[in-house]
């Protein structure tokens, strides 16, 4: 059996039921006669402060995550690039990366099995460099739009709890919200434009089943960048429910387009990636083929 395994659970991953999941996955890892670093902390940051001495000391020659998509997220960016490999037990809400990787979603028993196997797939994974020469890395979608605005006004309200808190965030926020001008660069070519949705995928879907980049693949050496230009609200509200389907981007202001790195310009807006706040706009990012390795 491989060496030491670390293991980070969110115990409030998919209304607390990632505690349960966690717990029972833990129990099945040490059954199989697992040497298990228990990684977890009160919270995110002391978490990856953790996961990152572990990573760098050698102490574990694997992470294992239990929780959503915030989860798959934190340990993306303790594994990406180090070839230290990671494992998901998905017990978010959404689980949208798991899902689209074809991992067990709720289920420790299968994702156990799955990691103690040792079986692995290289995906890639995003890349933005900040000033200070931090990497930062996502694997599955950035949302750079309406989306992003939604979050950002939701997670500034400590009520509701839930998906509740983001449904009044979308009520709040639809009679305001106006396209947003842009400057795109794919690759070089620059592009300037007013669009409601600015989305990159390096993965699928997002939010529990939104395939808003329905035709990205993880290991395409590509992120697919989905622009919804300037329409008006009732026509906004008749497409955005096509995104759970990917029909949206048959709509006459839909465009997808493919780069290997993407830069993004706008006023007032912070990015969302993989579903957890990520930097404010103007960021550049790259894919880096193969940058994360999957226990699959």
């Known amino acids: 059996m491989p060496g030491r395994l670390g293991l980070i659970v969110n115990p409030t991953s998919g209304k607390n039921t990632g505690a349960r999941i966690g717990s029972e996955a833990l129990t099945l890892l040490r059954a199989a006669g697992a040497d298990i670093l228990d990684l977890s902390a009160a919270d995110s940051r002391s978490a990856m402060e953790q996961g990152r001495a572990a990573v760098a000391s050698g102490a574990v020659d694997r992470i294992v995550v239990a929780g959503g998509d915030g989860m798959v997220h934190l340990g993306t960016n303790l594994c990406a690039g180090t070839g230290v490999p990671l494992g998901v037990i998905a017990a978010g809400t959404g689980n949208d990366i798991a899902r689209e990787l074809g991992l067990p979603v709720r289920d420790a028993a299968k994702a ?105 693949v993880f290991d395409d050496g590509l992120l697919d960048v989905l622009l919804l230009r300037r329409i008006s609200t009732p026509e906004f509200l008749r497409v955005f429910p096509k995104v759970f389907r990917g029909a949206h981007v048959s709509h006459p202001a839909v465009e997808v387009l493919r780069a290997r790195t993407v830069r993004l310009e706008a006023t007032g807006i912070v990015s969302y990636a993989d579903g957890e706040r990520f930097v404010p706009l103007p960021m550049t990012m790259e894919v880096v083929p193969g940058a994360l390795t999957v226990l699959a």
């Open 112 to 216: 156990v099995e799955r990691i103690l196997a040792g079986g692995t797939r290289a995906v890639d994974a995003a890349r933005h460099t900040t000033p200070t020469g931090e990497h930062r890395w996502f694997v599955g979608v950035l949302a750079a739009g309406f989306d992003a605005v939604v979050n950002e006004r939701a997670n500034h309200w400590r009520w509701p709890k839930g998906p509740m808190r983001y449904n009044l965030a979308i009520l709040r926020e639809l009679p305001v919200f106006r396209a947003i001008p842009y400057v795109l660069e794919l690759d070089g070519r620059r592009i300037e434009t007013e669009a409601m949705l600015v989305a990159v995928g390096n993965g699928p879907s997002y939010g529990g089943g939104m395939r808003v980049t329905p035709d990205a």
